[in-house]
T-cell receptor, first 114, second 115 residues
């Protein structure tokens, strides 16, 4: 069964701290992996997308890495800010011919304290 | 502005009623998706559509129905057969012209509550 797990489920850090969110997946035959941000009661915003052939992607203070062989990805957030407070979701894309399927993790709820 | 709109933002349903959630996109995307989100769980796929007049069941399609008569629109009906419909519903769309690796774009969601 294709499953995606995120650890920790919740995280609280003081402003300015660097932090790492973890994502693991059971089936390594992925097409790509994405990290999304979700604010309370809102839709999802794509942060970073890593193709299966890539090792990492960077956008501003965010860096996502991918180790397909071990079934792991990490999202590194540098110099965290209160505005980073949100739920972060990891999603893995499996491609099956004419269709593709995104499998989502349960998310990590991040609170950055001022 | 290009994007995905969902309406209403909040919806209340009585037991035994059918309700329809609207999803419209002006991104010219071929593929559209409906997900359900419950507290402590990841998003689960209800239905998806790759082209007009065609749609496929996702992982939790029981108690739901959809139609895709226009490229821009993919409404979801929550029927009385859905035993636990209270949840947050998210619609997404994706361009298929650049292959399977393009990202999905999400709407703002509809929160459905059964009274």
């Amino acid at each position: 069964k294709q499953e995606v797990t995120q650890i920790p489920a919740a995280l609280s850090v003081p402003e300015g701290e660097n932090l790492v969110l973890n994502c693991s997946f059971t089936d390594s035959a992925i097409y790509n992996l994405q990290w999304f941000r979700q604010d309370p009661g809102k839709g999802l915003t794509s942060l970073l997308l890593i193709q299966s052939s890539q090792r990492e992607q960077t956008s501003g203070r965010l860096n996502a890495s991918l180790d397909k062989s071990s079934g792991r990805s990490t999202l590194y957030i540098a110099a965290s800010q209160p505005g980073d407070s949100a739920t972060y979701l990891c999603a893995v894309l499996y491609y099956g011919g004419a269709t593709n399927k995104l499998i989502f993790g349960t998310g990590t709820l991040l609170a950055v304290q001022p | 502005d290009g994007g995905i709109t969902q309406s209403p933002k909040y919806l209340f349903r009585k037991e035994g009623q059918n309700v329809t959630l609207s999803c419209e996109q002006n991104l010219n995307h071929d593929a559209m998706y409906w997900y359900r989100q419950d507290p402590g769980q990841g998003l689960r796929l209800i239905y998806y559509s790759q082209i007009v007049n065609d749609f496929q069941k996702g992982d939790i399609a029981e108690g739901y129905s959809v139609s895709r008569e226009k490229k821009e629109s993919f409404p979801l009906t929550v029927t009385s057969a859905q035993k636990n419909p209270t949840a947050f519903y998210l619609c997404a769309s994706r361009s298929t012209s650049r292959g399977p690796t393009d990202t999905q774009y999400f709407g703002p969601g509809t929160r459905l509550t059964v009274l």
